[in-house]
């Protein structure tokens, strides 16, 4: 398991439902519920599909320029508000809310935790993302992907994410330029390649 500090969880009950998924070999990643401190919504899944070299190349342009990337971000946070208004009357947030025990695949999950297969780990061989502080929900995801190993989101795990703590003191400029060099290696690294 890799997570930032700001986390909090039972561990006992998290090892029981990791338990239960390390007995399938496909499984390679695991993201619990993680519920922010903030909006109290849930941050997973990160993405429920594989982005298209289209739409990771657009997310490139936004990054590129601050102002963009500002806009963005502000959308962003307003569709999140949104999503809880529907989650306040009944209505799920996303098309992973309503999972039964065991969970789903997705595509991708947050980057404050993974829980990552011993296999996975093996074939990785290191945990090295080899950029500053984000994209590494992306890298991760091709990584089980190019193995044939399945990311899974599990409602059932559940952790206290105190959203923001480890990134308040950054500048947003410097947020946005590292969005943008993250993306950028994404891009030439998965997809330009592939």
């Known amino acids: ?3 930032n500090v700001d986390l909090i969880l039972d561990a006992s009950q998290f090892e029981l439902y990791l338990a239960t998924h390390q007995l399938d070999p496909r499984t390679g990643v695991v993201g619990p519920r993680i519920v922010s401190s903030m909006s109290m919504k849930d941050q997973n899944p990160f993405l429920m599909t594989r982005p298209s070299l289209s739409r990771m190349r657009a997310w490139r342009g936004m990054y590129r320029s601050y102002w963009i990337g500002a806009l963005y971000q502000l959308g962003s946070d307003l569709w999140h ?3 809880m208004r529907g989650l306040d009357s009944g209505r799920p947030h996303h098309p992973a809310a309503n999972t039964s025990a065991g969970g789903r695949e997705v595509y991708a999950v947050h980057g404050s935790i993974f829980c990552m297969s011993a296999r996975l780990l ?3 061989g290191a945990v090295s993302w080899p950029c500053f502080l ?4 992306i890298w991760l995801a091709e990584k089980a992907r190019n193995l ?10 559940r952790v206290e994410h105190s ?6 003191s950054l500048s947003s400029r410097e947020k946005m330029r590292w969005h943008h060099q993250s993306i950028n290696w ?3 690294n998965h997809w330009e390649k592939a």
């Open 1 to 3: 398991v890799l997570s």
């Open 81 to 83: 508000r949104h999503a």
């Open 122 to 124: 093996h074939e990785v």
């Open 148 to 157: 044939g190993m399945r990311v899974i989101y599990d409602p059932a795990m």
């Open 163 to 168: 959203e923001h703590a480890t990134t308040a």
């Open 134 to 137: 984000f994209g590494e929900e």
């Open 186 to 188: 994404l891009i030439e």
